[in-house]
C-alpha cells in the first residue's frame, strides 16, 4: 500500500472512477493542462483526453449550469469549484438547480453531480478562500456534503460521491491537503455517505468533529486523557445526512457530548448535531452539549486567522466545562 | 446558409465582418516610434515623464513585492510586471475624482490615485487596515471575486450619473474576467443606463494556467460590448499612448452623457499569477515570454523619451532610488501597525453606533480576555 497525502488521495479517486465509467467527466478552472491550483487533477487530462477533463472558461455559475446540463446529457459530472469561497457565484446552479432536478422532474430526471471544491482555514489565503460555508449548502434539501478529514477517508468518500446518483457537495479542507500520509490502498473501496467514523472510543465525553477539526479533537483527548479523561472521537465524514444511530449510540453510552467546528457559531452544522441530541437523547445527557466554534465574523483577514481559528485548546477548555458540570 | 436578400449579410459573414473591425489601436510601435501620428495625445514633456516615472516606479515595485514575498515579509501577491502601460496609462486619463474598482491585480491603479504604499503592503499581508481607504481617495478595495466589480461599477457610475457628476467609474478585470456572467451584466447594465463607466478588460493571456482562446470563441474580447450597445476598443495594452488615449476618449464620452465604454488592453503578465505556488513554465513556453517582453511598455517609452530627449539613465536611476526608499520606509509603517486583532474584526462587523448582536458581543467579551493576556 502507499502513503499517499489527501491530495493524492483525491487523485487516485478521481482515476479510477474516470477509468470505471466512461461518463464521469472532470473539468473547471486550470484543472486540465495545469492539474489544478492543488494539483488535485495532476496528470489526469494526460491520461484521459481533453474531452474527459478539461478546463472551462472562467465563471462558477458556467461549471455549475453546465453539470446541471451535462447530467441531462447522461453524463457524471465532476466540476471542480477553484475555491468554496467563490460559490456565491454558482448557487443557484446548486441550490436552486441541482438540488431539485430529481423532485421537480418527478423522479424523471437526476443529478449525479459532485462538486469538489477547497475551503479551510489556517493557511492565509486571501478573502473568500478559505471559509467554511458547508452550513450553507448543508440547509438545502437535495445535496448531500461530504468532508474528508484524512487521506483513506478521501478516497473512499470521493468514490461513493462520484457513484451517488444525487448531487453531492465534497470539501476539501485546504490544511489536510498536505499536512499527512497514510495507507491508501491502491484498489478501489468506498465509504459509505451518510456513515460517521469513530476516530477513537472513550467513556466520559463524546467529541463530534469534521474536517480539519478532527485532528484538533484528537489532541485534545490525548490531552484529557492525561487528566484521565476517556474520550470518544466522531468524525462526521458527511455533515448531510448525520449518522444519528452513531453519534446517539456514542452519547448514550457516555453522557456527555462536545460539538466542534471551524465555521462560525451561526454558521456550520454543530447546531444542527446539538439539536438532534437533545431531541433524541436528553435523558442520557449528564450535561449540555455545548459547541467549540469560531467567532460571529467574517472569515478573517489572514494575519488574524490562527487566533480566529478554533484550536485542540479551546476544544480541551470547552470539554473541561462539559466533564465538570 | 445564404441570406434571402443578397445585399444583407448572413449571420457568419455579420461576425466575419464585426470582427475584421477590431484591429488593434497602436500609437507607439515596439521600436519606440510613433505609428498613428493623428491619434498622437501630445501630451506635453512634463506629462510623458510623470508617466514614464509611474511606471518606473511600479515595476521598481513589483520586483520588491516579490522579493519580499519571498522572504514571508508580505502576504497574498500578484505581480504585475508587464502591465504597467495597461494599468498605468489608463489611469493617467482620469481624475482625481474618478472611482476606480479595481482588481486584486490592480493595486498600482489605486496607489496612484491615492492609496498609501504602506496600507497596499498592508492589503497584502492580510490587514483590514489596507482596506481603510482614506475619504478623498475615491477607490473600493481589490476584489477578489473575479469580475464582481464589472456590475458593481455600473452601480457606482449610475450613482454619479444621478448625482449629477462629472464623473466616471473606472474598472479593471482581466481575459478570465469576461467570461463572468458580472462582466456581461456590468456591461449591459452600464450601457442600458447610458452611465459614465469605462470598463477596462487587460488581456494578459492567461487566467492563471487557461489561455485566451479556450475562454470564449470571439476574435476579441472588445467585440464583446457590441452585444451590449458599447463603444468598444480593442488597444496595444504594451503601448501607453494608445491605452491613454483610448481611455481618455471613454472618458470624454462618459462625463459628456454619452454612456460607457469597453477597451480591452492587449498585455502580458511576466510573473506567476500570484505568488502562492503558480507555476508558468506548466502552461507557457520561454518562446512566448521573450516575444512578449519585446513589446515591453518600458522599454518602448524609454526609447521614445529618450530621442525627445526627456529621459535618460541618470533620470531612471533617480526615480528607482526614490522608489526603492519609499517602499523600505512604506514596510516600516506597516510592521509598526498593531497586529490586527480577532476583536478589531468584530467592532467592524456592524454599525458601531448599534449594539452588538448578543452572540458576538459574548463572544468579544471572551476574545477581549483572551488578547489582553
Known amino acids: 500500500m502507499a502513503q499517499l497525502t489527501m491530495i493524492q488521495a483525491i487523485t487516485d479517486a478521481l482515476r479510477t472512477e474516470l477509468k470505471n465509467d466512461e461518463n464521469v467527466l472532470v473539468f473547471g478552472e486550470d484543472v486540465g493542462n495545469n492539474g489544478g491550483v492543488f494539483r488535485a487533477t495532476e496528470g489526469l487530462q494526460k491520461e484521459f483526453g481533453e474531452d474527459r477533463v478539461f478546463d472551462t472558461p472562467l465563471a462558477e455559475s458556467g461549471i455549475g449550469g453546465l453539470a446541471v446540463g451535462l447530467s441531462l446529457e447522461g453524463f457524471r459530472p465532476v466540476p471542480e469549484i477553484q475555491f468554496f469561497g467563490f460559490v456565491y457565484e454558482v448557487m443557484d446552479s446548486i441550490s436552486g438547480q441541482l438540488a431539485r432536478m430529481r423532485f421537480r422532474s418527478g423522479g424523471v430526471y437526476n443529478a449525479p453531480v459532485t462538486i469538489r471544491s477547497p475551503f479551510g482555514g489556517g493557511v492565509h489565503t486571501p478573502e473568500m478562500h478559505a471559509d467554511s460555508l458547508e452550513g450553507l449548502v448543508a440547509s438545502q434539501p437535495g445535496l448531500k456534503v461530504v468532508i474528508p478529514s484524512s487521506p483513506y477517508d478521501a478516497k473512499g468518500l470521493l468514490i461513493s460521491a462520484i457513484r451517488d446518483n444525487d448531487p453531492v457537495i465534497f470539501l476539501e479542507h485546504m490544511k489536510l491537503y498536505r499536512s499527512f500520509r497514510e495507507e491508501v490502498p491502491e484498489e478501489e473501496y468506498t465509504i459509505p455517505l451518510g456513515k460517521a467514523a469513530v476516530k477513537r472510543e472513550g467513556t466520559d465525553l463524546t467529541i463530534i468533529a469534521y474536517g480539519a477539526m478532527v485532528q484538533e479533537s484528537m489532541k485534545a483527548a490525548e490531552e484529557l486523557e492525561k487528566e484521565n479523561y476517556s474520550v470518544e472521537v466522531i468524525d462526521l465524514r458527511t455533515v448531510q445526512p448525520l449518522d444519528i444511530p452513531t453519534i446517539i449510540a456514542s452519547v448514550e453510552k457516555t453522557g456527555r457530548a462536545v460539538v466542534v467546528q471551524e465555521a462560525q457559531k451561526q454558521a456550520g452544522v454543530a447546531a444542527n448535531v446539538v439539536a438532534e441530541i437533545n431531541e433524541r437523547a436528553i435523558l442520557s445527557l449528564e450535561a449540555p452539549v455545548l459547541r467549540v466554534f469560531a467567532p460571529d465574523t467574517v472569515f478573517p483577514f489572514s494575519q488574524a486567522e490562527t487566533v480566529w481559528l478554533p484550536n485542540s485548546k479551546d476544544i480541551v477548555a470547552t470539554a473541561k466545562k462539559v466533564l465538570t458540570f | ?373
Request: with cysteine.
Open chain 2, 1 to 373: 446558409m445564404a441570406a434571402k436578400n443578397a445585399k444583407q449579410l448572413g449571420p457568419v459573414e455579420t461576425l466575419q465582418a464585426i470582427e475584421e473591425k477590431f484591429e488593434m489601436f497602436q500609437i507607439l510601435n515596439e521600436e519606440g516610434e510613433i505609428v498613428n501620428k493623428d491619434a498622437d495625445p501630445n501630451l506635453t514633456d512634463e506629462e510623458l515623464v510623470e508617466l514614464m516615472r509611474r511606471m518606473v516606479y511600479t515595476r521598481i515595485l513589483d520586483q520588491r513585492s516579490i522579493s519580499l514575498n519571498r522572504q514571508g515579509r508580505l502576504g497574498f501577491y500578484a505581480p504585475t510586471a508587464g502591465q504597467e502601460a495597461s494599468q498605468l496609462a489608463s489611469h493617467f486619463a482620469l481624475e482625481k475624482e474618478d472611482f476606480i474598482l479595481p482588481g486584486y491585480r490592480d493595486v498600482p491603479q489605486i496607489i496612484w490615485h491615492g492609496l498609501p504604499l504602506a496600507q497596499a503592503f498592508l492589503f497584502s499581508r492580510g490587514h483590514f487596515a489596507g482596506n481603510q481607504i482614506p475619504e478623498n481617495v475615491k477607490v473600493f478595495p481589490p476584489q477578489i471575486i473575479i469580475g464582481a466589480q464589472f456590475i458593481q461599477a455600473a452601480g457606482v457610475a449610475l450613482g454619479m450619473q444621478k448625482r449629477g457628476k462629472k464623473t466616471v467609474a473606472v474598472t479593471y478585470t482581466g481575459d478570465g474576467g469576461s467570461s463572468q456572467g458580472d462582466f456581461y451584466e456590468g456591461i449591459n447594465f452600464a450601457g442600458a443606463f447610458r452611465s459614465p463607466a469605462i470598463f477596462i478588460v487587460q488581456n494578459n493571456q492567461y487566467a492563471i494556467s487557461t489561455p485566451r482562446e479556450l475562454q470564449t470563441a470571439a476574435k476579441t474580447i472588445a467585440q464583446k460590448g457590441i452585444a451590449a450597445g458599447l463603444p468598444s476598443i480593442l488597444v496595444d495594452g504594451m503601448d501607453p499612448l494608445a491605452v491613454y488615449v483610448a481611455t481618455r476618449d471613454a472618458r470624454e464620452r462618459a462625463v459628456n452623457g454619452e454612456g460607457p465604454t469597453l477597451i480591452e488592453t492587449l498585455c502580458y503578465r511576466y510573473g506567476p499569477h500570484t505568488m502562492a505556488g503558480d507555476d508558468p513554465t506548466r502552461y507557457r513556453t520561454s518562446e512566448t515570454d521573450s516575444e512578449w517582453e519585446k513589446k515591453d511598455p518600458l522599454v518602448r517609452f524609454r526609447t521614445y523619451l529618450e530621442a525627445k530627449g526627456l529621459w535618460n539613465e541618470e533620470k531612471e536611476n533617480e526615480v528607482i532610488e526614490q522608489a526603492k526608499e519609499e517602499i523600505k520606509e512604506a514596510i516600516k509603517i506597516a510592521d509598526a501597525t498593531p497586529k490586527q486583532k480577532v476583536t478589531d474584526l468584530m467592532e467592524i462587523m456592524y454599525d458601531p453606533n448599534t449594539e452588538m448582536p448578543y452572540n458576538l458581543k459574548e463572544q468579544y467579551e471572551l476574545y477581549k480576555e483572551k488578547e489582553s493576556k
